[in-house]
């Protein structure tokens, strides 16, 4: 069974940083792209970044400069490290994935989801 894992959530005060993970397990024949979600209460689930196969990255305006996203692909992981975060930041992140695995007729996979908590 392909699961996504994350890790690396928690509290922090603003100007501080966190490093998100997310590990894929399972069967996995191949990587397309894997990237990162957030929701805050009472909003939109929205993307933060997305890294492809290839290397390249895209990220929300609200997050460009601030955080770097970066996989490696010999242990399926991706990572977000997130630098000079702001209570607007505080959110449920979840880690997507879209893969091609054993299953024909799924391709798309989500984590469980991480708390990031920025406030004084």
């Known amino acids: 069974q392909v699961q996504l894992v994350e890790s690396g959530g928690g509290l922090v005060q603003p100007g501080g940083s966190l490093r998100l993970s997310c590990a894929a397990s399972?069967?996995?024949?191949?990587?397309?792209?894997m990237g990162w979600y957030r929701q805050a209460p009472g909003t939109q689930r929205e993307l933060v970044a997305v890294?492809?196969?290839?290397?390249?990255?895209n990220y929300a305006d609200s997050v460009k400069g601030r955080f770097t996203i970066s996989g490696d692909n010999a242990r399926n992981t991706v990572s977000l490290q997130m630098n000079s975060l702001k209570p607007e930041d505080t959110a449920v992140y979840y880690c997507?994935?879209?893969?091609?695995?054993?299953?024909?007729?799924?391709?798309?996979?989500w984590g469980q989801g991480t708390q990031v908590t920025v406030s004084s």
């Open positions: 997507n994935a879209d893969l091609s695995t054993p299953d024909p007729e799924r391709y798309e996979y």
């Open positions: 399972g069967t996995i024949f191949a990587i397309n792209a």
């Open positions: 890294i492809e196969s290839g290397g390249m990255t």
